[in-house]
């Protein structure tokens, strides 16, 4: 059976966790005993089962590049503005 990563197990609800981890259980003893045919049915369950999880790890990805691309831009917002003030600065004199 193939497991999932560390962060997709993390993002799995508490139902979904139990039941990912009975899954694998199952899948483990059906391998145990060379059922390799009926552990392909769980190893497929397992996969719809992580989908949500995995999206929300997506959701997550996303949401923290919008906030880089938030900071860089303020950040080149700052350097701009800094730049102006010195050419102010600098008509002044």
Known sequence: MR????QVRGLLTREELDRYNSLMEVGSFLESNDRYDLAYHVQK????????????LKDKGRERDRATAEYLEEKRRQ???????ELDNEDDD
Do not use: G, Y
């Open 79 to 85: 350097q701009l503005a800094a730049e102006l003030a």
């Open 3 to 6: 497991h999932c990563s560390v």
């Open 45 to 56: 369950e397992v996969d719809l089962l992580i989908m949500p999880a995995i999206e929300r």
